[in-house]
């Protein structure tokens, strides 16, 4: 019973360290195929659109007006 559980552990180990080597392999192929072929997949071209989205838009004082009022609502307090 014990070196049967000892078999399945090491095919169970061996199974798992197959598919990471497998895995790994499969990486560092696709990596070197990247940089092979890395100028048949040009970079977008950055839009103005982008840069609006990060920017700080200037409501972040009213976005934390109305969260105190709504947790003043719920705590019942009239505002």
């Known amino acids: 019973m014990i070196v049967e559980g000892f078999r ?4 169970g180990m061996l199974t ?9 392999g499969l990486m560092n192929g696709s990596a070197l195929f990247f940089e092979k ?6 970079e977008p071209e950055p839009d103005g ?3 609006a989205r990060t920017g700080n838009t200037g409501q972040d004082e009213e976005i934390a ?3 105190a009022l709504a947790q003043a ?3 019942g307090q009239r505002v």
């Open 49 to 51: 659109s982008a840069k």
């Open 8 to 11: 399945l552990m090491a095919v």
């Open 73 to 75: 609502r719920r705590q």
């Open 16 to 24: 798992v360290f197959a598919f990471l080597t497998l895995l790994v």
């Open 37 to 42: 072929f890395a100028d048949r997949f040009p």
């Open 65 to 67: 007006l109305v969260l």
